[in-house]
């Protein structure tokens, strides 16, 4: 198992996305392939965290649906786009969740444009 992966994470995905960002970029030294790296564990967090919060708001949503189907008997007549809204202001007033992913994607998504930013000065210099 790599040491970067949740149990139920696909390595296999995982060395594809590499792969790939390394056909992409064509690290010329161990430099530039360790930037590579960095940048697929990056994209890879990114994902994962995009995963966690809709997995959270998905759940949310259920527990909404249920505690108003117990309330008037069924969503009928309830918008989506309602009960959507409704799973989030719980979870910010009830779970810390939220935040903390709005955060860690927002350091990841710096962390990416710095990783970029390196691996494309290092490629101007060649």
């Not at 390394?22 to 967090?45: G, K, T």
């Not at 927002?106 to 494309?120: C, K, S």
Request: net charge neutral.
């Amino acid at each position: 198992m790599h040491p970067l992966l949740t149990k139920k994470e696909d390595e296999a995905e995982y060395q594809e996305l590499l792969s790939s960002l390394c056909q992409d970029f064509h690290p010329a030294n161990s430099l530039e392939y360790a930037l590579v790296r960095e940048l697929c564990f990056i994209e890879w967090r990114i994902k994962r965290n995009l995963c966690l919060e809709t997995q959270i708001l998905n759940e949310q949503i259920d527990a909404e649906c249920d505690a108003i189907r117990s309330r008037r008997g069924s969503v009928r007549g309830i918008k989506p786009l309602d009960v959507t809204i409704l799973a989030t202001q719980t979870l910010l007033d009830n779970a810390p969740i939220l935040p903390l992913l709005g955060r860690d994607l927002a350091w990841l998504q710096r962390a990416r444009r710095e990783t970029l930013n390196t691996l494309f000065s290092l490629r101007k210099r060649r």
